[in-house]
Each structure stands twice: as C-alpha cells, then as structure tokens.
T-cell receptor, first 114, second 112 residues
C-alpha cells in the first residue's frame, strides 16, 4: 500500500523566510499527492494537489509543491512566510482504483517567528 | 453554500455510553469518510462509504459503527467498546474515492 513520510514534526521559520516542508511518498503505481493545512480545532483545507499533470503545482496562499519522481518527493514551499501560515500541514497520497486508500502523513507543525 | 457540516463541535461522554457524531454534506459527493486524529499521529481512517447503503472498515474500526442511509449523511457511533475514545473526529467527503477530500470542522469528543 502507498504511504507518506513527513520529515520533521515541527518546523520553525522567521517571518519573511523560506518555508520548506518535506514529504516523501511510497507507491508502486503513479500516485495522486495532496497537501492540506489545518488550523487549531478546525478541519483540513486543501492547499494543492498533484494528479499527474504539471510537476510543479501551485496552490492557495502562495504555496507550491514539486513532484519529483526520481526522489519520490513532494515538498511544500513558500518563498516568504507570513504569521498567518502558522498551522499544521499534512501530506497525503492516494492511488486510483485502490479502493479508497488515501494515506496521510503524521503532520508538520509550522511556527512563524516575528 | 456547499459544504460538509459536523455536529456537535464539542461532545462529552460518560464511560460506558454510546454517542453519535453527525456528518452532513450538500456537495453531492458519493464518498464519505471518518477519521480520528490524535496528537502526533496524523489522521487514521475509521470507516468509509463509497455509495449509499454500503460502507467498509478502515484501519481502526473496532468500537465504532456507521450507517449510510442517505447520500448526504454519514453518522458515526462511538460505542462503549471503544477503549480510548477521547480524540478529534473528522468527517470528509469526495466526489469519488481517492480524489481530493473536503473536511468538516471536526468534533472533539471527551470521555469524562
């Protein structure tokens, strides 16, 4: 079955600095990949998704992610962190025709320092 | 507005009691899911349903039950058999299995 690993349960950056959240996936077939954001005591909101089209995916709030098959990675980046980016971020992977099997990573908590 | 609604937002239960969490969507999605979230463990799938009157167990179904009598509704019952029910519960739906999921705001269940 497919899986994702998020490297780093906590990431701290200064406001205006680059945000880099790491996600590596494992899948025997071409995957669909997602990044979600969760604010405290709320549900998850989709940031962006990769579904086998362009490898560089742009999402909401200035985030983007690049699918790198050779590295089995789908890292999330944002050039300049804003205080409002502080939240928990989840990477997820699924494959079509594998009877509903979307798998989530353990999450990375992003802290933004003023 | 289209969306997915979970209620209540906070729920307290005494040990030994069953409790039902509500999940309703008006997105006309076929697939619906229940996840449990515990700190540092990400989301774990409890049950999912791809069509009305059909549902399957996820990774941690023991102590939980669901029904899918209507397309819009997918209630989750936490039974007394669930030994550690205190957690944040998230309901989600998607147009079809494995496409992007839309989440409700969650229900925080506390056993007292």
């Amino acid at each position: 079955a497919q899986s994702v690993t998020q490297l780093g349960s906590h990431v701290s950056v200064s406001e205006g600095a680059l945000v880099l959240l790491r996600c590596n996936y494992s899948s025997s077939v071409p995957p669909y990949l997602f990044w979600y954001v969760q604010y405290p005591n709320q549900g998850l909101q989709l940031l962006l998704k990769y579904t086998s089209a362009a490898t560089l995916v742009k999402g909401i709030n200035g985030f983007e992610a690049e699918f790198k098959k050779s590295e089995t990675s789908f890292h999330l980046t944002k050039p300049s962190a804003h205080m409002s980016d502080a939240a928990e971020y989840f990477c997820a992977v699924s494959v079509l025709f594998n009877n509903n099997d979307m798998r989530f990573g353990a999450g990375t908590r992003l802290t933004v320092k003023p | 507005d289209g969306g997915i609604t979970q209620s209540p937002k906070y729920l307290f239960r005494k040990e030994g009691q069953n409790v039902t969490l509500s999940c309703e969507q008006n997105l006309n999605h076929d697939a619906m899911y229940w996840y449990r979230q515990d700190p540092g463990q990400g989301l774990r799938l409890i049950y999912y349903s791809q069509i009305v009157n059909d549902f399957q167990k996820g990774d941690i179904a023991e102590g939980y039950s669901v029904s899918r009598e209507k397309k819009e509704s997918f209630p989750l019952t936490v039974t007394s058999a669930q030994k550690n029910p205190t957690a944040f519960y998230l309901c989600a739906s998607s147009r079809q299995a494995n496409t992007e999921a839309f989440f409700g705001q969650g229900t925080r269940l506390t056993v007292v």
